[in-house]
């Protein structure tokens, strides 16, 4: 019983492979889930709603008003689980990408807050065509969960990619799933920085600053529990995570940081530079405890070198690079020079100005700038979700780039 009580909501379009749907209730219901299915016009050429209903003991919805009764699409949308729309057509797949609303099916994907897992059917033309290509990286871009077509005998009489997947293999998309077994970034590896540095001055004291590591530390097992292998570089911070796939080195100073990266960012398909560095130290380190002597003391720094910037020079198309931005004053426009300047894919902004915000909290309120889209403003919240929800951003980056 891999889906134990799980609500899923299972949307049917018009295609051939709709026929393949009652036997795909069967499945779900075998798992433990308790189904409700909605049903397009087109839908209903191709498989009885009477069969669906009869399987999944509820009546199979196709208009959003039944004569006299209401289907509330909103109450349907929020008592899913998971919506399931297979077969997904040409049509709906359009649909679903630009937020029309025509039908109940529509209606219940635009009220759910669930995860969406899409399985479409068509021929391979229409399959590989550029606007549907596109539709379908706009619907992964939103989140949703593209369960990939089957190459075979198709409907026309050709042969080719485009066909529903198998039941079977939709229930085994859901059992991975809901098993946290969805590992988009198995086989990755990843390069995260944390914490502080320390830039002695003498052999008792240093420059530094007040991250804690937290915030770093979070993105790096967000990463790890979507399956990345992490190498975690850190700064001196009393923080530490026990993930199983998290390796740490530990620095201190920023030269110590830079030389850890630049040794590993080469075998790393993603970095995200979430450390506090300093930009300068001293620029030389007395061998002796200073002496408080005189009424002045001069301190002579030189800049470090800017991790991110450095990596954003050698990086290659199948790298993606994030990093933060820590602001006071003109925070977009400060946050997105440094997406330019630092050649970044992403860069989370932090403004000191938010409640809640920056060092030493256990929430962040943060703004994802990435490269080519629109910024993303996100709610106060916990480090530990702001970090699911970049690593979530990043992840559809990469989707989009094509490099996972
Ligand atoms: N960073 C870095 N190496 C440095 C300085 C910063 O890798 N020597 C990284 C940080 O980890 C962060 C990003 O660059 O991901 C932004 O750091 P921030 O200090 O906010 O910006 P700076 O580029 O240093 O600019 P400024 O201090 O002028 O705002």
Redesign the pocket.
């Known amino acids: 019983m891999s889906l134990k009580g799980k609500k899923i909501v299972l949307g049917v379009t018009g295609s051939i492979a709709a026929y393949k749907t009652p036997q795909l209730v069967r499945l779900l219901i075998k798992a433990g889930a308790e189904v409700r299915v909605v049903i397009t016009d087109a839908a209903a050429l191709f498989v009885s709603p009477l069969s669906l209903a009869t399987v999944s003991k509820y009546p199979a919805l196709s208009s959003v008003s039944d004569g006299s009764t209401w289907n509330n699409h909103v109450e349907l949308g929020l008592w899913a689980d998971g919506m399931l729309i297979a077969p997904c057509s040409a049509n709906t797949l359009g649909k679903l990408a630009n937020g029309l609303c025509d039908n109940l099916l529509n209606a219940v994907y635009l009220s759910s807050r669930c995860p969406v897992f899409i399985a479409p059917a068509m021929d391979e033309d229409m399959w590989l065509h550029p606007s549907v290509q596109s539709n379908v990286s706009r619907l992964k871009g939103f989140g949703n969960h593209l369960i990939p077509v089957g190459h075979g005998e198709l409907a026309s009489g050709l042969t080719g990619d485009g066909r529903m997947a198998e039941p079977e293999d939709i229930l085994h998309y859901l059992e991975n799933f809901w098993e946290g077994k969805y590992r988009p970034l198995a086989g990755i590896k990843a390069l995260v920085?944390a914490g502080p540095t320390y830039e002695p001055i003498d052999p008792v004291r240093f420059i530094g600053n007040f991250s804690s590591g937290k915030m770093g530390i979070a993105v790096a097992e967000a990463l790890a529990d979507k399956g990345a292998q992490v190498t975690l570089v850190l700064g001196p911070s009393n923080e530490r995570t026990t993930h199983s796939m998290v390796k740490t080195i530990s620095v201190v100073t920023?030269l110590e940081m830079y030389d850890a990266c630049m040794a590993e960012f080469n075998q790393c398909q993603i970095a995200i530079?979430?450390?506090a560095?300093a930009?300068y130290r001293p620029l030389v380190k007395a061998s002796e405890k200073i002496k408080k002597n005189e009424t002045e003391f001069n301190l002579i720094l030189t800049k470090?070198?800017?991790?991110?910037a450095s990596l954003g020079k050698i990086k290659e198309p199948w790298q993606t690079l994030v990093?933060?931005?820590?602001e006071t004053n003109n925070e977009l426009e400060?946050a997105s020079g440094?997406l330019e300047a630092?050649n970044a894919d992403m860069i989370v902004l932090n403004s000191l100005k938010d409640e809640g915000a920056g060092f030493g909290h256990d929430t962040n309120k943060i703004t994802l700038l990435i490269k080519g889209k629109d910024n993303l403003d996100l709610p106060l919240q916990s480090k530990k979700s702001a970090a699911g929800a970049i690593v979530d951003n990043l992840i559809k980056l990469r989707y989009d780039q094509e490099t996972v």
């Open positions: 920085t920023a530079l979430a450390a560095v930009d470090n070198n800017d991790i991110l990093g933060f931005a820590l400060h440094k630092k």
